[in-house]
C-alpha cells in the first residue's frame, strides 16, 4: 500500500509517527548537555504563552466638561478577559499658561468579572505641592 491508498487520516497519523519519529531521533543523538537547553528552551516557551497578557483599549471618553475616561481589559493568550482597569482623570480649569493640569487622577482595578479589587486616588496641587493620596 502506498501513500496514495491512505485516508487522510492514514496520512496525518503517518506523517505524525514520521515527525516524531525524526525529532526522537535528534534528541537521542544530542549530547545531554545540548538537550537539557533544548529542554529548558522549550520549558521558556511554555511558560512565555502561559504568561502572555496583552492590554486592550475598550473604552475612551473625553468628556466636555473636563473628564476623561479611559477602559481597558488584560486578557491572556486565548483571548479571555482576566481583568480589567478603569482610569479617571478630572482637570482644574485652563491656567493662564493654557495649561489644564491634572486635578484628580482615579484608577480602579477589576477582576475578569468587573469586581472592584482596588482603588487609587490622588489629588493633584497646581501650586507644585506633590500628590496626595485620597482614600
Given at each position: 500500500?502506498?501513500?496514495?491508498?491512505?485516508?487522510?487520516?492514514?496520512?496525518?497519523?503517518?506523517?505524525?509517527?514520521?515527525?516524531?519519529?525524526?525529532?526522537?531521533?535528534?534528541?537521542?543523538?544530542?549530547?545531554?548537555?545540548?538537550?537539557?537547553?533544548?529542554?529548558?528552551?522549550?520549558?521558556?516557551?511554555?511558560?512565555?504563552?502561559?504568561?502572555?497578557?496583552?492590554?486592550?483599549?475598550?473604552?475612551?471618553?473625553?468628556?466636555?466638561?473636563g473628564q476623561v475616561l479611559r477602559?481597558?481589559?488584560?486578557?491572556?493568550?486565548?483571548?479571555?478577559?482576566?481583568?480589567?482597569?478603569?482610569?479617571?482623570?478630572?482637570?482644574?480649569?485652563?491656567?493662564?499658561?493654557?495649561?489644564?493640569?491634572?486635578?484628580?487622577?482615579?484608577?480602579?482595578?477589576?477582576?475578569?468579572?468587573?469586581?472592584?479589587?482596588?482603588?487609587?486616588?490622588?489629588?493633584?496641587?497646581?501650586?507644585?505641592?506633590?500628590?496626595?493620596?485620597?482614600?
Amino acid at each position: 500500500m502506498g501513500l496514495f491508498d491512505l485516508t487522510q487520516n492514514q496520512l496525518v497519523k503517518a506523517t505524525q509517527v514520521q515527525i516524531l519519529t525524526k525529532i526522537n531521533d535528534k534528541l537521542n543523538a544530542m549530547p545531554e548537555r545540548r538537550l537539557k537547553e533544548f529542554v529548558w528552551y522549550l520549558r521558556d516557551l511554555i511558560v512565555e504563552d502561559l504568561n502572555y497578557q496583552e492590554e486592550v483599549l475598550v473604552e475612551s471618553i473625553d468628556c466636555p466638561n473636563g473628564q476623561v475616561l479611559r477602559v481597558k481589559e488584560t486578557r491572556d493568550l486565548m483571548g479571555n478577559v482576566i481583568g480589567k482597569e478603569r482610569q479617571e482623570w478630572t482637570y482644574y480649569p485652563p491656567q493662564p499658561d493654557g495649561k489644564c493640569p491634572v486635578d484628580v487622577y482615579i484608577k480602579t482595578i477589576m477582576d475578569q468579572n468587573g469586581n472592584v479589587i482596588s482603588v487609587s486616588k490622588l489629588k493633584y496641587f497646581i501650586d507644585g505641592r506633590q500628590p496626595q493620596v485620597l482614600t
